[in-house]
C-alpha cells in the first residue's frame, strides 16, 4: 500500500510542479502590451536596418528582455516583445538604436579568380592535390576580414556610440494604454546633435 501511494505522490507532485510552471508562463506572456509605431531618421534619411531596443526603467515584469524592433528600408518600425509587432508593457523607456549590421559577403568574383589561377599553376607545377589553391584562397580571406572590419568601422563612425548607449543616447519614450505614435527618432551622425524630447 505504501509503495503505491509513493509513485502516486510523485506523479501528484510532478503535475502539481508542471501546473505551477505553466501557470508563471502564462501570466509572464499574459502582461498587457500595447503597439508602438516610429520611425527613426539620421541626418534627415530614413536609418534603414537600425535595430531600436526598449531598456525599461521600472520593473515592467518582462525578466530582463528588451521589446525591440528593426526598421525597414524607410525607417519605419513597430516594436514587439514576444512577436512581431505585439508592443510593449506600459512605462518609461530609454531608446538605444544600432545601425544596420553590414552584409556577409559570400565569395566574390575576385576570389573565385584567385582559386581559378592558383588552380591553374598547381597544374603547371605538376601538383594535382590543388593544395596551393587553398592556400591562395585562405590568404585572399585576409582582404575581405579587413574590409569587413573597416565597414563595421563606418557604419559605427556614421551614428555616434551614445545612441547605443541607454545612460547617454538622450532618447526616451513612455508607453501608455492604446496605441502609441512616436515622433520620428532624429539622429545625427555629428556630436552636436538633436535627441527625442
Known amino acids: 500500500m505504501t509503495m ?17 510552471l505553466s501557470c508563471a508562463s502564462c501570466s509572464r506572456k499574459g502582461l498587457p502590451l500595447y503597439p508602438i509605431h516610429g520611425r527613426v531618421l539620421l541626418d534627415g534619411k530614413p536609418m534603414a536596418g537600425a ?34 509587432g505585439d508592443g510593449a ?14 552584409k556577409q559577403e559570400h565569395g566574390t568574383a575576385k576570389s573565385k579568380g584567385a582559386k581559378r589561377q592558383a588552380h591553374a599553376s598547381a597544374k ?7 593544395k596551393p589553391a587553398t592556400r591562395v584562397a ?9 574590409q569587413k572590419k573597416q565597414k563595421v568601422r563606418e557604419r559605427n563612425a556614421s551614428c555616434p556610440a551614445r545612441y547605443r548607449d541607454p545612460a547617454k543616447s538622450g532618447l526616451q519614450i513612455e508607453v501608455k494604454e492604446g496605441a502609441n505614435e512616436l515622433a520620428p527618432f532624429e539622429l545625427a551622425s555629428s556630436q552636436e546633435d538633436s535627441t527625442q524630447e
Not at 503505491?4 to 505551477?20: D, F, Y
Not at 531596443?53 to 514576444?82: C, K, M, S
Not at 603547371?124 to 590543388?130: E, I, K, M
Request: net charge positive.
Open 4 to 20: 503505491l501511494s509513493t509513485p502516486r505522490a510523485i506523479v501528484r507532485m510532478l503535475v502539481l510542479i508542471s501546473v505551477c
Open 51 to 84: 535595430m531600436i531596443i526598449l531598456h525599461p526603467q521600472a520593473e515592467v515584469g518582462l525578466d530582463g528582455l528588451r521589446p525591440r524592433a528593426l526598421a525597414d528600408a524607410d525607417g519605419w518600425f513597430n516594436i514587439y516583445t514576444f512577436k512581431i
Open 89 to 102: 508593457p506600459l512605462g518609461q523607456y530609454a531608446v538605444t538604436i544600432q545601425p544596420k549590421k553590414p
Open 124 to 130: 603547371s607545377t605538376g601538383q594535382a592535390d590543388g
Open 138 to 146: 585562405k590568404s585572399d580571406n585576409a582582404p575581405k576580414t579587413w
